[in-house]
């Protein structure tokens, strides 16, 4: 008998009207989505105008800091011997955060410990003015901080660090235009003195040789690393695109949130309506015995039918409609060039969604008629 | 035939015309007040008002990734009428794996044209190469006390770099999802050299200058340099930033008030006010055939009670003003509450920083116009579907 109502309630003439109420309402969701999909994708085709560079650091797992950031010296030396075969250039760093004593005044500033300051300032495309410091108590000064504290090539500075303090002889002032030029480079051993602790570093810096393929070596890097180790990007475009996109996405779940409402009390009317309007046919199937469950099922499967047949509608409408939208934009003002599209994973989660609202809708109102009683209505 | 006398409508049957009404005007707040308020966000992100103009280039895509000569602020800032200029550097960055932006400023200039108050710590000096200060909404989101280090890695270039927090501020406006750096910190960030900003903002007097005036200063700036400034004693940038002159095309740069400068970049994307207000109208509309449908259920399941009316001489109009007069109420409120509703959910989620847009909290405001629009939407809409219903 189910095939034989559901036939007699689809044939009523408000189910067109029905699906297209809900139609309607998925296809605002559809269009947003596509519209919000173009604008994700704008941010990910800016990224790629931007050079991606191939610095990584090594550091400690808890630290949110390079300057906490403690790394066993052997480890370190191990670790370097490791990677060295996926690695352009591979750096231990010691970085401290120490008060510089100048002749003109004092200030809190980062110390950078390198083993080959030569090196570190030819990777770093310095420029350095005077020369590259050799002994324990030679310095090389970033150029802001030279200009800060008023600092010349060979004056004298004191670093202290935890009331131990080491005297340097200022031999080159350097330019990179990046941190650096803010920090003070020098000797590892001269920051070992600088802490008394010989034991451990801040970090590793290494970049991956051009020939190896970056994701791989990687991830082969990160399963030589111990657990309290971790390695991070320097430059991280990709996250910051993949964060502004979730936060785009949401605000889409949080508005979504409201159009899946607005789809259940659409599906409560559709049903309030169905049973408003289909007493007599109620009766009707009541009166060939039907049992007070299958005029529930009936009510949940009209309804939740009507919305599938909505949701599908509402996708195709929101689809054309943003493409048409769209396409007149064009035409109206050439520079406005927006592309809009759906995936094909939302267009079934926003089926599936729209189903599950509607069932949620439609439940009270299916329940409330199983338990009317159709025979004591007038034919 | 008076009919206001006979109270004739079930209140559980309004229940499914009161629900999509209130849903319907909580999409509608909702998507009207967050659209706009991200636009106004949007639009003010680099100052409001017509006396603050920027220098900017004129080829970027984004406000955040152009640059042009910093020599330039000294050059504008002498015209006469020019009263503050604030050379920024925006580095779009990441910090515990979340998106943020910080700006290189000079300190003295930018707190002439933004208003800052120091909640915890001390503002932030041009010497301060190792600190930032933060705004408060950054700060609740990060979680983020005085002293705190924080591991900064570029979007722009291949750096990293570690920066304490020196204070916490309050300036009401965008700034507030933001942290302050040195100048020359931003520059390293973006991936500039010392004699390059991403912008200049200016505080100018609209009476004496105008952004076609600058823009012929800068023109002429490009085509014959004005001779540097020769001894005296040099201001705090140039003791500290070691700058030099660089020429440049006068088609790279672009004069032009803040606002109206946000306002373009949107557009290049069709985005106006208006068009957000359209959507949001339309978003409405179409879930109006729910409330069109909830309408005639109420119409059908009061079928015996209109035709008793109907038996005992009321006209199909007098019932049809009746009913009017009986539901508009009822559907005004409900859209009220509507409104109420979508103000609440907003204000939640603002408290709790669930919305960024850019990193940026929205700022939402349901202004009048708004809820004008949405009252006379349902009036209308209720209005048309009970006066062209067919009263049996």
């Known amino acids: ?379 | 035939m008076k009919l206001m006398s006979f109270k004739y409508f079930k209140r559980q049957r309004i229940l499914a015309l009161v629900l999509i009404l209130v849903l319907a005007s909580t999409l509608f707040s909702i998507t009207v007040s967050s659209l706009l308020g991200f636009y106004r966000g949007f639009t003010a992100y680099l100052g409001e008002g017509e006396d603050i103009v920027l220098i900017y280039n004129r080829k970027s895509r984004t406000p955040f990734t152009g640059s042009v000569p910093v020599y330039l602020t000294e050059r504008i800032g002498a015209m006469n009428g020019v009263l503050v200029s604030s050379p920024e550097a925006i580095a779009p960055c990441v910090a515990d794996d979340e998106a943020i932006f910080l700006r290189g400023i000079i300190p003295g200039d930018f707190m002439k044209l933004n208003q800052l108050s120091v909640l915890d710590g001390e503002l932030l000096e041009l010497s301060d190469a190792d600190c930032m200060i933060v705004g408060r909404n950054l700060a609740e989101r990060f979680k983020l006390k005085l002293g705190d280090k924080f591991l900064i890695h570029s979007v722009l270039t291949d750096q990293y770099m570690e920066l304490r927090i020196k204070g916490i501020y309050e300036s009401h406006s965008a700034m507030d999802d933001e942290a302050l750096v040195p100048l020359y910190v931003g520059q390293w960030l973006v991936g500039v050299d010392y004699s390059h900003v991403t912008l200049i903002r200016f505080k100018i007097d609209r009476g004496a200058v105008s952004p076609s005036t600058i823009f012929e200063e800068v023109a002429k700036e490009a085509s014959e340099p004005s001779p540097a400034r020769d001894g005296g004693e040099k201001p705090p940038i140039d003791r500290i930033i070691p700058g030099v002159r660089t020429s440049f095309s006068i088609e790279d740069v672009g004069v032009e008030e803040a606002q109206g400068l946000m306002k373009s970049y949107m557009d290049r994307y069709g985005v106006t006010r208006e068009a957000l207000l359209v959507v949001s109208v339309l978003i409405f509309l179409l879930s109006s055939a729910s409330i069109t449908a909830a309408l005639k259920i109420v119409l059908t399941q009061h079928t015996g009670e209109i035709g008793v009316l109907r038996s005992i001489g009321a006209s199909k109009r007098t019932m049809k003003r009746d009913i009017l007069i009986k539901l508009l109420p009822w559907s005004l409120v409900s859209s009220a509450m509507g409104i109420l509703m979508a103000t609440a959910t907003l204000m939640i989620t603002q408290e709790n920083s669930y919305l960024l847009v850019l990193s940026h909290r929205v700022s939402f405001n349901l202004d009048l116009f708004s809820m004008a629009t949405i009252l006379i939407l349902v009036s209308l809409l209720v209005s048309i579907t009970i006066l062209r219903s067919d009263l049996k």
């Not at chain 1, 039907?290 to 009936?298: G, S, V």
């Open chain 1, 1 to 379: 008998m189910t095939p034989l109502a559901m036939k007699m309630l689809f044939r009523r003439g408000g189910t067109a009207g029905s699906a297209l109420s809900v139609a309607l309402i998925v296809a605002i969701l559809t269009s947003m989505n596509a519209g919000v999909n173009y604008i994700n994708l704008q941010a990910q085709e800016l990224g790629t105008l931007v050079n991606i560079g191939e610095t990584y650091i090594i550091i400690s797992q808890n630290s949110t800091s390079v300057s906490d950031s403690r790394i066993d010296v052997s480890l370190a030396n191990q670790l370097t011997r490791s990677i060295d075969r996926y690695v352009e250039y591979s750096l231990p760093q010691k970085i401290l955060s120490a008060t510089i004593i100048t002749k003109s005044g004092n200030r809190t500033l980062y110390v950078r410990g390198v083993e080959d300051p030569e090196n570190f300032f030819k990777l770093g495309r310095a420029y350095v003015n005077g020369s590259i410091a050799k002994g324990e108590a030679e310095a090389n000064v970033g150029e802001i901080v030279a200009r800060i504290l008023a600092i010349d090539l060979g004056d004298e500075v004191r670093l202290t660090v935890n009331n131990n303090a080491v005297k340097f002889k200022v031999v080159g002032i350097f330019k990179t235009l990046t941190q650096l030029d803010g920090e003070i480079i020098v000797s590892m051993k001269a920051t070992m003195q600088l802490t008394k602790d010989n034991n451990k570093l801040s970090l590793i810096e290494f970049a991956i040789k051009d020939k190896v393929d970056g994701e791989e070596a990687i991830n082969i890097i990160t399963e030589l690393l111990p657990r309290d180790l971790k390695v991070v990007k320097a430059q991280q475009l990709r996250d910051f695109i993949q964060n502004m996109n979730q936060q785009t996405l949401t605000f889409m779940s949080l508005w979504s949130v409201t159009i899946y409402a607005v789809a259940a009390v659409a599906s409560y009317i559709i049903a309030t309506r169905l049973i408003a309007e289909s007493r007599d046919e109620m009766t009707m199937i009541r009166a060939l015995g039907a049992k007070k469950r299958m005029l529930f099922t009936l009510v949940l499967i009209y309804t939740t039918a009507t919305a599938l047949l909505g949701s599908i509608l509402g996708i195709a409408l929101g689809t054309v409609g943003t493409q048409t939208a769209s396409t007149i934009l064009r035409w109206i003002w050439p520079s406005v060039n927006i592309t809009p599209f759906l995936e094909a994973e939302q267009a079934l989660q926003t089926i599936l969604l729209t189903l599950a609202s509607s069932t949620l809708g439609c439940l009270y109102p299916a329940l409330r008629s199983a338990r009317t009683r159709y025979m004591e209505q007038p034919l």
